[in-house]
């Protein structure tokens, strides 16, 4: 029997395997937000004229997420059996990175209200950004979004490797056995 820490990736001593796939996975994450980054900015600068640097900067953080969730659709996450269509998963999308949103776009404003160097080369505060809000929305993306393994995946907490106390079900079971058991 191997001990708890093969069973949970997160803790000290995890499996190595499934620690390189994680690695692996935020790798095209983050790459995926550098291009991302490239259509924020190609977005900002094109449509600025029209609609003022804040219409802009809000308009190009759409196009660029909309992108980048397509990108990890079908590149980051593709091993990830979709069962949401694609309408809800882009919204559900858009909804778990809210906080990555706040994180970044607060950045990027902040920069244009205290730097005058970012009024002037925005690229600079989308980049600040795109760092502010990078780990929040890769792990809000991974659990809420992109959350339904293939058939043949077999769950991080069972198997006959990981302890019945981290086994969900065998937990819950466990609980059900000692309920029915009081008076």
Known sequence: MSSPAACNPLRPGATSSTARARVGQFLKFGSVGGLGLVWDTVTLYATRPILGLAGATMAAYFVAATMNWLMHRHWTFRHVRHADGALTQWMRFLMANSCGFALNRGTVF?????????????????????????????????????RHHDAGAVPRHSGPDCPASQNAASSLTDVRNSDSSIG
């Open 110 to 146: 902040t920069l244009f209200l205290t730097m005058p160097l970012c009024r002037a080369i925005p690229a600079l505060a989308l980049a600040a950004g795109l760092l502010a809000g990078m780990l929040a929305n890769f792990n809000l993306s991974r659990r809420l979004v992109f």
